[in-house]
């Protein structure tokens, strides 16, 4: 079944052009640059130490990556293999990493660089190893039901994509024009496929107990800084590619030990009612004991928890069990001091009431919460079929994550202002306000 892949826009003025879908606007780019650096493979030895209270997680990758040989390359290859270092070397770095090393594995001849040829056209070859402690802001409305992903992006350092980019290594793929003018064309592959595999993440040495490794979304793209220069061909735009590693958390050792827990300390709240409606004293004594042993309990929450604006699902449940005994301890007391009645027969039958409303409040509380937690769950997993822009829209907040541009033309007031004695020379800028 085919799909509309282009399009025409016209203009206020009548002007018509050409729209293009993002996977030709990077052909695009592709086919105009220079050195076309194909990813053979990344290889993730692992993922480890997924930090949900940090915020962050380690990766190990290893990436296999080509490029075409210039004619210096290859007369210096032929003289001097093992000390070859090719003209060109592709240069990238980890803009969401807060630690990395970098390693170039030797090969076969003992150096990270051999030139190989394929189809008659030669090609430098380097596989490089990056050790990597990424950032990530976790989504944790749905927690422990959740559905994460882990990024990992690699941009070229200050590189545009004239000069240099990163392309899948599934051979030469370009845009069908005669077919584009029929509305119905997408890139093309030329000749047969080299290298199917793009990436494969060895989920064996995953050391992420909590987790479950899904599903890895892998994007290539030409990022522009955007304010409408991404359909601009002279604006500055650079190579990027990010992967991204979906992981369903493992919900049931959290239940086991923080939501049946909480739920246990709140039915034990049922053994005040065995106590008689005037021993208010020991009633207070036991609630008080079970309210004290509840907080401690929220802290044992947050200790899994980063310090986020909002009230997570497990916490809901907590704070609905604390809430139990709170109110418990409060209508119990009220009970005991004859303010209702002084009937005690009917001070007795209204304690009966209240038991029953504590038990169906309660057990209403822990089904809506696994209810609701089913269906959050299934929610969750509809991420397992985003592709890269869907997850970019379900986890960015433009409000909270645009980015503050501080431009030349910010220039501050008081750097305006006629300067009193006894002040230095200074100019400051300032960017827009966000709300």
């Known amino acids: 079944m085919s799909t509309k892949q282009v399009s025409v826009e016209v203009s206020d003025e009548g002007t018509v052009r050409r729209v293009f879908n993002p996977s030709q606007k990077f052909i695009k780019d592709w086919?105009?640059?220079?050195?076309?650096?194909?990813?053979?493979?990344?290889?993730?030895?692992?993922?480890?130490?997924?930090?949900?209270?940090?915020?962050?997680?380690?990766?190990?990758?290893?990436?296999?990556?080509?490029?075409?040989?210039?004619?210096?390359?290859?007369?210096?290859?032929?003289?001097?293999?093992?000390?070859?270092?090719?003209?060109?070397?592709?240069?990238?770095?980890?803009?969401?990493?807060?630690e990395e090393i970098k390693e170039r594995r030797e090969q076969e001849n003992g150096n990270p660089f051999k030139i190989d040829v394929i189809d008659g056209v030669s090609y430098n070859f380097l596989r490089t190893l990056v050790y990597l402690k990424c950032m990530e802001r976790y989504e944790l409305y749905s927690f422990p039901f959740d559905v994460q992903e882990l990024t990992v992006t690699m941009d070229t350092s200050f590189v545009p994509v004239q000069k240099s980019m990163f392309v899948p290594h599934l051979g030469s793929l370009y845009i069908d024009e005669e077919a584009a003018e029929t509305n119905d064309a997408g890139p093309i592959q030329d000749g047969d496929p080299q290298g199917g595999t793009l990436l494969i993440l060895n989920r064996a040495f995953c050391a992420i107990p909590e987790f479950r490794a899904r599903r890895v979304v892998l994007e290539f793209a030409s990022r522009s800084g955007g304010g409408g220069d991404e359909d601009n061909e002279d604006a500055f735009r650079w190579s990027q590619v990010v992967i991204r590693f979906q992981l369903e958390r493992r919900a049931e050792g959290f239940l086991w030990r923080i939501a049946f827990l909480s739920v246990l300390l709140a039915v034990t709240a049922l053994s005040s009612f065995a106590l008689e409606v005037d021993q208010l004293a020991e009633r207070q004594s036991l609630l008080i004991t079970l309210i004290l042993a509840s907080v401690a309990f929220q802290y044992v929450v947050q200790?899994?928890?980063?310090?986020?604006?909002?009230?997570?699902?497990?916490?809901?449940?907590?704070?609905?069990?604390?809430?139990?005994?709170?109110?418990?301890?409060?209508?119990?007391?009220?009970?005991?001091?004859?303010?209702?009645?002084?009937?005690?027969?009917?001070?007795?039958?209204?304690?009966?009431?209240?038991?029953?409303?504590?038990v169906i409040w309660l057990g209403g509380s822990v089904v809506a919460f696994f209810l609701y937690g089913m269906y959050r769950r299934r929610f969750e997993r509809t991420k397992?079929?985003?592709?890269?822009?869907?997850?970019?829209?379900?986890?960015?907040?433009?409000?909270?994550?645009?980015?503050?541009?501080?431009?030349?033309?910010?220039?501050?007031?008081?750097?305006?202002?006629?300067?009193?004695?006894?002040?230095?020379?200074?100019?400051?800028?300032?960017?827009?306000?966000?709300?």
């Not at 220079?34 to 993730?44: D, M, P």
């Not at 604390?322 to 005690?344: K, R």
Request: aromatic content about 10%; proline content about 5%.
């Open 31 to 98: 086919e105009r640059c220079e050195n076309k650096v194909h990813l053979k493979l990344a290889y993730v030895r692992y993922i480890a130490s997924v930090d949900t209270v940090a915020q962050t997680f380690q990766v190990a990758i290893g990436f296999d990556m080509s490029w075409k040989s210039s004619p210096a390359d290859e007369r210096s290859w032929a003289s001097n293999p093992a000390k070859f270092v090719p003209e060109f070397v592709p240069n990238f770095e980890f803009p969401n990493a807060k």
């Open 303 to 358: 200790s899994e928890l980063p310090q986020v604006p909002y009230v997570v699902l497990l916490e809901k449940l907590t704070l609905a069990t604390f809430t139990s005994n709170v109110v418990l301890m409060c209508l119990v007391s009220l009970l005991s001091t004859n303010l209702i009645t002084e009937d005690q027969d009917m001070r007795e039958r209204i304690d009966f009431y209240f038991a029953i409303t504590y």
């Open 384 to 435: 397992l079929n985003m592709g890269a822009l869907g997850l970019k829209e379900y986890n960015n907040d433009e409000r909270e994550d645009s980015a503050i541009v501080v431009s030349g033309d910010g220039v501050c007031k008081e750097s305006l202002d006629r300067s009193p004695d006894g002040l230095d020379g200074f100019i400051t800028f300032a960017g827009k306000a966000l709300e």
